[in-house]
C-alpha cells in the first residue's frame, strides 16, 4: 500500500508527526505502522523512560493527554501509543484541545481499529494538519490474492495459484490471519521456496483432496462420483468443513455462473474482474458454463437458497449433515 510506505518513508527520513491516528476496517495495517513506530523511533536506551503504550479500555482521554504532554528525558522526543483505541470511541472528540496544540516533543499514536473518525468533522481535519490520519480498508477478496504474491515476494518467497486461491478462500480477507500462516509457512520453508497445495494441506490443515475448491470444479464437470465422495468426506468431518460455509460457498459459485451467463465481454480479464474470482480458476467457470445453461443454473440457485436456509438450522433441525448436502447434490445433478 502506497500510503504506508510513504508513512514509514518519511518517518525513516526523520519527518515525524505528533499525531499518527491510525484507524479502520483493517488492523493488520494498524498493527504494522504502530509496530514500526513503537521500534524504530527511539533508541532502545530512549524507550525505557519515553515509551509509553496505553491501552483503551483502561484509560481516559483526560490521561493520555496528560501522559502526551509530559517531556522527554534524556531524549529529543517521546512515544506514547494507545493500543484498542476504538473503546475510547464515545469520549474521542475530548481530544480536541490537544489536536490544537499537540506536543511537539510527543508522538501519539493510536490504533483505532474497526472503526473511523468522521472525516467531516473540525477535530479530524485539524489532526489530518498537524499529523497523520490513516484509514486502514479491507481489500476486496479479488484484491488479496495479488497481496499475498507482494507481501511473498518481499521476502524471497512465491506461491502456486491454486494455493494462493486456497489461502483467500479459507481465511477469508483477514490479512493479519494470512499473513500468521504465511510466516508459520516461511519458518518451515527455505528462503526461494514456492508455496503449493501441499505445503498448505500439511501445515495449515486444509486439504488438497476434500476441499470446497474441488467440490466446486467436480460440481461444475458434473463428475457426480466425486462430488458425493467429497460430500461424503465433509459429513464425517463437520468440524473442518461446516455445512454453512459449504452451502454458502456452493451457492455463490452458482450465482458466479449466472453472471458469467449474462456476460457479453468475456475477455478472460474482464471475467475475473466482474465475477471477483482468481484468474486461475476461468477455467473450471468455463467447464461449468458448458455444462450448465443458464436455466438450468438459475433453477439451481432457487433451489441452494432452500438448502443454504436449512444449513442455518432454519426448519431443518433434525437433518443431519450427509442428508443436507447429499440433498445439495441431487438438486443440482437432476
Partial sequence: MDEVLKIVNDIKAGNIKPIYFLMGEESYYI??????????????DEKGFNQTVLYGRDVS?????????????????????????QDLSRTIDK???YVENPMLSTVLVFCYKYKTLDKRKKMTKMMDKVGVVFESKKLYENQVGDWIKRVLSGKNYSIEPKANAMLVEFLGTDLSKINNELEKLQIILPKGSTITPKHIE??????????????????GER??????????????N???????????????????????H???????????????????FLKEYDVALRNYPMRKVSQIVAALRDVDVKSKGVGANALPQSD?????????FN
Fill in 262 to 280: 449474462g456476460l457479453k465481454d468475456r475477455n478472460p480479464k474482464n471475467v475475473a474482474s466482474v465475477l471477483g474470482v482468481n484468474p486461475f
Fill in 31 to 44: 498493527d504494522k505502522l504502530s509496530d514500526y513506530i513503537e521500534d524504530k523511533v527511539l533508541t532502545e
Fill in 202 to 219: 500439511d501445515n495449515i490443515g486444509f486439504s488438497k483432496d476434500f476441499n470446497v475448491f474441488e467440490l466446486r470444479k467436480a460440481i
Fill in 238 to 260: 463437520p468440524k473442518d468443513n461446516p455445512i454453512v460455509m459449504t452451502t454458502s460457498l456452493v451457492f455463490g459459485f452458482f450465482v458466479q455462473l449466472l453472471k458469467y
Fill in 223 to 236: 463428475n457426480q462420483f466425486k462430488a458425493y465422495t467429497i460430500a461424503d468426506n465433509f459429513a464425517q
Fill in 324 to 332: 443436507l448436502l447429499r440433498e445439495m447434490l441431487y438438486k443440482i
Fill in 61 to 85: 482521554i483526560d490521561d493520555i493527554v496528560s501522559t502526551a504532554k509530559r517531556y522527554p528525558m534524556m531524549a529529543e522526543r517521546q512515544v506514547v501509543i494507545v493500543k484498542e483505541a
Fill in 95 to 97: 481530544l480536541e484541545s
